[in-house]
């Protein structure tokens, strides 16, 4: 009786104390391809030139817990540079990790966390992005997830020299004032951003490495930071309208930047025909 005790009780044993869920986390992503949950939390608040904690969890979407033994990198990236990291590949076997990283400025910073295996088995790289405001104020769970889905303007920042530039403040306030306050907005901001990061940073670098790129890479957003603007004057009230609204923007973007270029291109084809 003792020992049928004893293997009834060893489960309870071997299970965590305190297993960590969903909610002990202040913001919570799908990983790139849905796999799993990732959760981040920054302790204490991040501010510059201190230490912080960031507290990652990996999640079993439905079950809401912790996934055990992963295969892991992480960054920390800043206007595009690389404040710290990527750590080399790394495993841990309880799911979770705590990561001492020193901020150095205040604002904007991006959590790069990449997933590469998962009990012991290699799968497909997957890639999620958090957004943490470093020396704010901090913001609830939801309001810090929704910026989070609306990532930073890699692209735009390095473009105009700094995210405090007024373009990439317009850009950010027309994301999380207009577009994110809709579930028709986040779905697409979160649709968005799996493509967006998959190649900004990228064109962010080139773009520091080349000012002819740097500035047609100017010229070529002015039209799209042009029309981006009309969702700031008209009122986004339902999902309706956002939808309208934001169909509409889109079309005129394809417009400016596909349709009258190749129309452009076949009168001139014409002419030198002639």
């Known amino acids: 009786m003792k020992y049928l005790l004893g293997l009834m009780l060893l489960p309870l044993l071997l299970t965590p104390a305190f297993a960590e ?3 002990d986390y202040d913001q919570v992503l799908p990983s790139e391809n849905g796999t ?3 959760g981040l939390s920054v302790v204490p608040e991040a501010e510059a030139n201190a230490v912080s904690k960031l507290h990652i969890g990996w999640i079993k979407p439905g079950f809401n817990k912790i996934q055990e033994h992963i295969d892991y990198k992480i960054t920390v990236i800043k206007d595009g540079q690389n404040i710290f990291g990527p750590i080399p590949l790394t495993h841990t076997s309880i799911g979770t990790v705590k990561i001492p990283v020193e901020f150095t400025s205040n604002g904007e ?14 799968i497909p790289l997957e890639t999620t992005y958090f957004t943490i405001e470093v020396g704010g104020e901090q913001t609830s769970q939801s309001t810090q997830q929704n910026n989070n889905e609306g990532g930073g303007c ?3 920042t390095a473009a105009f020299g700094s995210e405090m530039s007024s373009q990439v403040q317009q850009l950010r306030e027309i994301r999380d004032n207009v577009v994110m306050q809709t579930s028709s907005g986040k779905i697409f901001m979160s649709g968005f951003n799996q493509v967006y990061y998959s190649f900004s940073p990228y064109v ?6 080349n000012p002819v790129f740097k500035e047609a890479v100017k010229v070529t957003l002015t039209p799209m930071l042009t029309s981006f603007s009309l969702l700031a004057h008209v009122p986004v009230d339902t999902e309706h309208e ?5 169909i509409g923007v889109i079309l005129l973007n394809v417009g ?7 129309m452009l291109f076949t ?7 002639k």
Do not use: N, T
């Open 204 to 209: 962010a670098d080139y773009e520091r490495e």
């Open 21 to 23: 869920s969903a909610e």
């Open 109 to 122: 910073h991006q959590v790069k966390v990449e997933m590469e295996g998962i009990l012991f088995q290699p």
């Open 242 to 246: 956002m939808l309208g609204y934001g």
């Open 256 to 262: 400016m930047y596909f349709v009258a270029p190749a």
């Open 154 to 156: 890699l692209i735009a």
């Open 267 to 273: 009168v001139i084809k014409k002419k030198l025909r």
């Open 36 to 38: 799993l949950d990732i």
